[in-house]
């Protein structure tokens, strides 16, 4: 097992999310949302963020994202699961994912949505690291800014290792 740092516990994390849930809530009222969870990273602050939004009219999918081999960026960003297939037309959509790093990944699949004309297009993080940006996109919503750091848990993976710890830690 690798030497692994808490950053965040998972009481934090629950606190954190419960906030957040609350304030994107706030910014949807009664309207509906199309809910898109990017896999597989945001699985589990997906599923924690849903439950925490009091939003009634919401539909929630997932679509797959894969630009990572390691801890280096692959950085060609592939799209294999559905996003052709769904209908963005005059939506609210929120994207959720799990940490902003390059932000190569949603840039490219902000502007595929973008070309399908939703009503309106947010994007909720578990993580933002701003360090590392290189495409010009940040997080409507996000539970925490963290310094340029490899991090797992919470749903975030080592070569798909660690993604079941229940705290944010880092790989020392
Ligand atoms: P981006 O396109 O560089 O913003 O990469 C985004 C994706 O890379 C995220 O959805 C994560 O799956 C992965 N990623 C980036 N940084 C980390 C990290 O520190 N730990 C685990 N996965 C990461
Ligand atoms: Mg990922």
Not at 75 to 90: A, N
Request: aromatic letters at 10%; hydrophobic letters at 40%; a negative charge.
């Amino acid at each position: 097992m690798d030497n692994i740092k808490v950053l965040f516990s998972a009481e934090e994390i629950a606190k954190r999310v419960s906030e957040l849930g609350s304030e994107i809530s706030d910014y949807y009222q009664d309207k509906s949302v199309l809910v898109l969870g990017v896999l597989n990273g945001c699985f589990v602050f997906a599923a924690d963020l849903i439950r925490a939004m009091s939003t009634e009219n919401m539909e929630f999918k997932f679509i797959r994202a894969k630009s990572y081999i390691g801890t280096q960026s692959g950085g060609e960003v592939s799209f294999s699961s559905g996003c052709e297939r769904i209908d963005f037309g005059g939506k609210n959509v929120l994207i959720v994912e799990d940490i902003i790093d390059t932000g190569k990944t949603l840039a490219e699949l902000r502007n595929k949505i973008l070309t399908k004309a939703p009503a309106d297009l947010k994007i909720a993080a578990f993580l933002n690291k701003p360090s590392r940006r290189i495409a010009d996109i940040s997080p409507d919503f996000c539970c925490f800014d963290i310094p340029d750091r490899f991090v797992v848990g919470y749903g975030l993976d080592y070569n798909e290792k660690y993604r079941q710890l229940p705290y944010l830690g880092c790989i020392e």
